[in-house]
T-cell receptor
Framework: EPEVTQTPSHQVTQMGQEVILHCVPI?????FYWYRQILGQKVEFLVS????????KSEIFDDQFSVERPDGSNFTLKIRSTKLEDSAMYFC????????????FGDGTRLSIL | GENVEQHPSTLSVQEGDSAVIKCTYS??????FPWYKQELGKRPQLIID?????GEKKDQRIAVTLNKTAKHFSLHITETQPEDSAVYFC??????????FGTGTRLKVLA
């Protein structure tokens, strides 16, 4: 069964540094998402992306965050100047069609800001 | 605003007993409700989902019910097994198909 793949599995970064999280969605999927999960808390929506543009973003997704689909397979999340509170698990997800479809999640990247 | 409440936060059951987790959503435009199981350090995995035009759906030991009028939906696990132990998240899909997740239920099945 095809899977969403995320790299790296764990990223440790100094506060103030830029970080890029990588995701390869399932190949025939058209909708892409980033969510984050602070340790012990619920999964929170960050941003959705379709047709090479952001569909919706949450209050968490401020000017420090950006997403990009640099080629036909990758979907990246960039945090420009990391803060301690950015420490969390970041999940990428994708779904195949427009409309309510199951979203398939990757294994996540654990981001630790020191 | 958009919100999903989930109860209980923790649930312990004896192996073989049933477990019920309940969620309430706020946005009446929500029309798709997935349930995810998350084991420690792993990705959320879809276990069952229900659309708003259906009142109940069952898949072996797992069932989900939806009451659109009350904006409630519930997960039912029968004949629980130790491998059912995990954190379970409900979610509601709103207009642009983003998921609003509940706060999670930590289920412990005691052998």
């Amino acid at each position: 069964e095809p899977e969403v793949t995320q790299t790296p599995s764990h990223q440790v970064t100094q506060m103030g540094q830029e970080v890029i999280l990588h995701c390869v969605p399932i190949s025939n999927h058209l909708y892409f998402y980033w969510y984050r999960q602070i340790l012990g808390q619920k999964v929170e929506f960050l941003v959705s992306f379709y047709n090479n543009e952001i569909s919706e973003k949450s209050e968490i997704f401020d000017d420090q965050f950006s997403v990009e689909r640099p080629d036909g397979s990758n979907f990246t999340l960039k945090i420009r100047s990391t803060k301690l509170e950015d420490s969390a698990m970041y999940f990428c997800a994708s779904s195949p069609l427009r409309g309510n479809q199951p979203q398939h999640f990757g294994d996540g990247t654990r981001l630790s800001i020191l | 605003g958009e919100n999903v409440e989930q109860h209980p936060s923790t649930l312990s059951v004896q192996e073989g007993d049933s477990a019920v987790i309940k969620c309430t959503y706020s946005d009446s435009a929500s029309n798709y409700f997935p349930w995810y199981k998350q084991e420690l350090g792993k990705r959320p995995q879809l276990i069952i989902d229900i659309r708003s035009n259906v009142g109940e759906k069952k898949d072996q030991r797992i069932a989900v019910t939806l009451n659109k009028t009350a904006k409630h939906f519930s997960l039912h696990i029968t004949e629980t097994q130790p491998e059912d132990s995990a954190v379970y998240f409900c979610a509601a899909s709103v207009r642009t198909y983003k998921y609003i997740f509940g706060t999670g239920t930590r289920l412990k099945v005691l052998a």
